[in-house]
């Protein structure tokens, strides 16, 4: 289907497994990578004025070889609607309420940009935290952070990812209760094995018997295990979409 090769082996379900352990913004990166044409620009970022990370929604370049959980994306305020928008406030008499990053070092990952914003992502690679600060700055210690959330529906996101940073800053983890469970998971897996396999340029015979093994007849398959072939047939359109717009999917809902 391209020049690239499948970042995973399609035919492997355990290749894909750590997936069901992140969350759905794990699924948008594992699209990206996938990208020709974010592929194309990573390979050319260096050389070329036009390769800007931000037309992928992302702050800074990942390496598209980089797996999730492995890949620490810092996807923009503007593709992400979990993200925090925090600014220092005066921590006179509030020690119990500063937020020291230190503490959660071996989570982070920060990118400066040209305003001075501090773009701050907090995750073991499975689950992730994002926190814009602005005027301001957490590397200097602890600090008192006023977190503002405006909006109705947009204010949704923001207040479940405070929620999950307020936990977080106090206990250094997320308790098990936040962790991801995302109910599609192993349905998004599918599609993205479907995707490998385009890209490999397996037919869609192939694609059905290595999905659904034996409930493919031997023989007639097209006409035996016409479910199965409309089935493998919606996944092909899925993966082509999510392969030419990968951040069409539910990724930041």
């Known amino acids: 289907m391209t020049g690239y090769p ?3 082996d399609w035919r492997s379900p355990d290749a894909y497994s750590e997936l069901l352990l992140c969350d759905r913004r794990a699924f948008a990166w594992e699209w990206l990578r996938r990208s020709p044409a974010y592929r194309d620009l990573w390979r050319d970022a260096g050389r070329t004025a036009h390769a800007v ?3 992928f929604g992302l702050l800074a370049w ?3 070889n980089l797996a999730a959980p492995d890949a620490r994306p810092i996807w923009s305020i503007d593709t992400d609607p979990h993200v925090l928008r925090g600014h220092p406030a005066d921590a006179t008499g509030a020690a119990d309420d500063l937020f020291d990053v230190r503490s959660l070092s071996t989570l982070v990952s920060v990118e400066v940009d040209v305003a001075h914003v501090e773009h701050w992502l907090l995750s073991d690679g499975h689950w992730a935290v994002r926190l814009d600060l602005h005027d301001g700055t957490l590397l200097g210690g602890p600090t008192l952070v006023e977190h503002r959330v ?3 529906a947009s204010a949704a996101p923001k207040i479940e990812a405070l929620r999950q940073f307020i936990l ?3 206990k250094g983890r997320l308790p098990a209760s936040l962790l991801p469970r995302e109910r599609r ?3 998004w897996i599918l599609e993205l094995r479907v995707g490998d396999a385009l890209l490999a340029g ?3 015979q192939a694609i059905a018997r ?3 093994r034996h409930a493919i007849a031997p023989d007639r398959w097209r006409i035996e295990s016409a479910s199965h072939r409309l089935r493998v047939q919606r996944l092909v359109r899925v993966a082509r979409r999510y392969l030419a717009a990968p951040l069409s999917g539910p990724w930041f809902e």
């Open 6 to 8: 499948p970042p995973a």
């Open 53 to 55: 990370p931000r037309h």
């Open 62 to 64: 990942v390496d598209p």
């Open 150 to 152: 405006t909006g109705v």
């Open 168 to 170: 977080l800053a106090q």
């Open 185 to 187: 998971a192993a349905q």
């Open 202 to 204: 397996a037919p869609q």
């Open 210 to 212: 290595a999905l659904f």
